[in-house]
Structures are given as structure tokens and as C-alpha cells.
């Protein structure tokens, strides 16, 4: 068992910048797929950004070129960097960790971009 534990939501204007951090409990953090979800209310989780054990990435179209994904291995820990933060980007955020067949979720962090 894998737990995830987000940190870094909160209120921010638009514009703005955050940045999300996942630390992992797990002896073999460099092997996971690492991914960040969200969740909008009254709609489905959908894929923000991801990054594989080797580091190749991707990212959801409405974030690309505002948000980036990272990690650090030493750290047991993913981020997300976003950036020009929209309105329309308010939801839950939550961490992943994949190692085929399991996914592991966090609690999830709420993030609020409104003036």
C-alpha cells in the first residue's frame, strides 16, 4: 500500500501560480508512474499531467505551456507547477501513483482560482 499525501492548494487569483507537492510513502518511488488528476465539481477526474519512471511526460491540452510536471526521487515526491492560473482550472487535485496494475490515489487538495 502506497499512501499519497498532497500539499500546496488553496485560493489564488487569476494568473496566479501554484505549485502542488505529493510525498509518497514507498521504498521504490523512482519506479512509479507519477500523475496529477482533477476533479471538477458535479464531473469526472481527468488526466492533468503525468510522468513516467523515465521521465517522459504529458499533459492534458487546456494545461500545456502553464503547468509542469516534476519529481524527485531522492524526495519521494511529485510536484505540479501552475502557472497563469484560470478560472476554469478550480477542482481537486489529486496525486497518482501507478506501477501496473495498481493505482494508488491521495486525498486530494482543492484548488480555487477566483477573484
Known amino acids: 500500500q502506497v499512501q499519497l499525501v498532497e500539499s500546496g492548494g488553496g485560493l489564488v487569483q487569476p494568473g496566479g501560480s501554484l505549485r502542488l507537492s505529493c510525498a509518497a510513502s514507498?521504498?521504490?518511488?523512482?519506479?512509479?508512474?507519477m500523475g496529477w488528476y482533477r476533479q471538477a465539481p458535479g464531473k469526472q477526474p481527468n488526466l492533468v499531467a503525468r510522468?513516467?519512471?523515465?521521465?517522459?511526460?504529458n499533459y492534458a491540452d487546456s494545461v500545456k505551456g502553464r503547468f509542469t510536471i516534476s519529481r524527485d526521487n531522492a524526495k519521494n515526491t511529485v510536484y505540479l507547477q501552475m502557472n497563469s492560473l484560470k478560472p476554469e482550472d478550480t477542482a481537486v487535485y489529486y496525486c497518482?501513483?501507478?506501477?501496473?496494475?495498481?493505482?494508488?490515489w491521495g486525498q486530494g487538495t482543492q484548488v480555487t482560482v477566483s477573484s
Open positions: 497518482t501513483a501507478t506501477l501496473i496494475p495498481t493505482t494508488y
Open positions: 514507498t521504498n521504490i518511488f523512482s519506479s512509479y508512474t
Open positions: 510522468m513516467t519512471n523515465g521521465g517522459t511526460t
